[in-house]
T-cell receptor, first 118, second 117 residues
Framework: GAVVSQHPSWVICKSGTSVKIECRSLDFQATTMFWYRQFPKQSLMLMATSNEGSKATYEQGVEKDKFLINHASLTLSTLTVTSAHPEDSSFYIC??????????????FGNGTRLTVT | AQTVTQSQPEMSVQEAETVTLSCTYDTSESDYYLFWYKQPPSRQMILVIRQEAYKQQNATENRFSVNFQKAAKSFSLKISDSQLGDAAMYFCAYRRLNSGGYQKVTFGIGTKLQVIP
């Protein structure tokens, strides 16, 4: 079945630095990928929708300049947290759907990235 | 806007017994998908079961089944013969059938299921 790979699984960075998270679809081409953020014991909150070859669509309240999304190819989307602050510490999960099965395809999730900003 | 409500923060079930997790949602759409996802301690989101709103028949996947009540906007998950591996957070989710380019998924807040040996 379809697999989405996310890297790294966890990362620790210092305040003020930037960190990049990669999301890859391994056996299908994903024109659209989704980035979620999950706080402890809370649900998944959609941050943005990543569209291959075009600008990402951000949800209300998500800072575009802070969370940079690049979807340069049909199998790779990246989320860069810029000038990280401790409050950016969270669990970030990417997901994608297989467009070959548009109407019947559920989201496939990566394993998530735990970001800790010190 | 669509909302998904899970009113049970935590549930527990004895191993081999049956448990039902509740979910209600609000939408003005007539066509949509509903899902139950499982998130074990590994944090990997795993699709458990899905239901197309236009189908009257309740979806079933082995020990997992749903009770879909479209008029009541209710979508409960029944887990039969509960196993220790079923212990996880369970998220109910909603997705529009066609939102013109991408399909935003809305998640409930989750229900933590504990399975007692």
């Amino acid at each position: 079945g379809a697999v989405v790979s996310q890297h790294p699984s966890w990362v620790i960075c210092k305040s003020g630095t930037s960190v990049k998270i990669e999301c890859r679809s391994l056996d299908f081409q994903a024109t659209t990928m989704f980035w979620y953020r999950q706080f402890p014991k809370q649900s998944l909150m959609l941050m943005a929708t990543s569209n291959e070859g075009s600008k990402a669509t951000y949800e209300q309240g998500v800072e575009k300049d802070k969370f940079l999304i690049n979807h340069a190819s049909l199998t790779l989307s990246t989320l860069t947290v810029t000038s990280a602050h401790p409050e950016d510490s969270s669990f970030y999960i990417c997901s994608a759907r297989d467009p070959a099965r548009f109407y019947n395809s559920p989201l496939h999730f990566g394993n998530g990235t735990r970001l800790t900003v010190t | 806007a669509q909302t998904v409500t899970q009113s049970q923060p935590e549930m527990s079930v004895q191993e081999a017994e049956t448990v039902t997790l509740s979910c209600t949602y609000d939408t003005s759409e007539s066509d949509y998908y509903l899902f139950w996802y499982k998130q074990p301690p590994s944090r990997q989101m795993i699709l458990v079961i899905r239901q197309e709103a236009y189908k009257q028949q309740n979806a079933t996947e082995n020990r997992f089944s749903v009770n879909f009540q479209k008029a009541a906007k209710s979508f409960s998950l029944k887990i039969s013969d509960s196993q220790l591996g079923d212990a996880a957070m369970y998220f109910c989710a909603y997705r529009r059938l066609n939102s013109g380019g991408y399909q935003k998924v809305t998640f409930g807040i989750g229900t933590k299921l504990q399975v007692i040996p």
